[in-house]
């Protein structure tokens, strides 16, 4: 199961700014850096912020990453339809030997 | 650029066993963990485990302790996902991904991804 908290549904219409939260605990983001995925309908993955707020080369600097104490977001500046996709918050968790935990997920609608 | 290309679909019985293939290349493969992360239909996604390849030793989730099995073949930069004991809880899309540091299989981020293989567990 998912350890990580996102709010299941975000939405804006073109050129609004979107916030996604992402809240988990002291042995994930609390003691781990937040990464970002981004997933397109019927497509893989895609990495969109790493280490709590650094883009990958390609990445619109529309998207940026904040982590404070157990919670991280994700904010969408300038919204574009073609940002309608999936977000998925990721830490390593400390437990249980250390392994990857994913937030719930959230669906971005562009109106 | 590292790119990973895997298996293609699977249709699999219950019960049985399914193993699924990541092959790199374009890049440097034995340095850096592959890990295996499933969705299932209409779900989220969950990390299963992963391997450092030079080293060859895997870490998994609790959860699938004891029924899964990832390997690495440097030879062929190929990493590889076995899950047995199939339910119909296990039909989903597997993904490897690459995790973003060296020589770590606990730390850091999933970049670049596989395309999916579907596996399919019906009778």
């Known amino acids: 199961q998912s350890v990580l908290t996102q709010p299941p549904s975000a939405s804006g219409t073109p050129g609004q700014r979107v916030t996604i939260s992402c809240s988990g605990s002291?042995?994930?983001?609390?003691?781990?850096?937040v990464n970002w995925y981004q997933q397109l309908p019927g497509t893989a993955p895609k990495l969109l912020i790493y280490?709590?707020?650094q883009r990958p080369s390609g990445v619109p600097d529309r998207f940026s990453g904040s982590k404070s104490g157990t919670s991280a977001s994700l904010a969408i500046s300038g919204l574009q339809s073609e940002d309608e996709a999936d977000y998925y918050c990721?830490?390593?968790?400390?437990?249980?030997?250390?392994?990857?935990?994913f937030g719930t997920g959230t669906k971005v609608t562009v109106l | 650029q590292v790119q990973l290309v895997q298996s293609g679909a699977e249709v699999k019985k219950p019960g049985s066993s399914v193993k699924v293939s990541c092959k790199a290349s374009?890049?440097?493969?034995?340095?850096?963990?592959i890990s295996w992360v499933r969705q299932a239909p209409g779900q989220g996604l969950e990390w299963m485990g992963g391997?450092?390849?030079?080293?060859?030793?895997?870490n998994y989730a609790q959860k699938f302790q004891g029924r899964v099995t990832i390997t690495a073949d440097e030879s062929t930069s190929t990493a590889y996902m076995e899950l047995s004991s199939l339910r119909s809880e296990d039909t989903a899309v597997y993904y490897c991904?690459?995790?973003?540091?060296?020589?770590?299989?606990?730390?850091?981020?999933?970049?670049?991804w596989g395309q999916g293989t579907l596996v399919t567990v019906s009778s």
């Open positions: 391997i450092i390849p030079i080293f060859g030793t895997a």
């Open positions: 991904a690459r995790n973003g540091f060296k020589y770590s299989s606990s730390s850091g981020w999933f970049d670049p």
């Open positions: 374009g890049g440097t493969f034995s340095s850096y963990a």
């Open positions: 280490s709590n707020n």
């Open positions: 990721a830490a390593w968790d400390d437990s249980l030997n250390g392994h990857y935990v």
């Open positions: 002291s042995s994930n983001i609390g003691s781990n850096t």
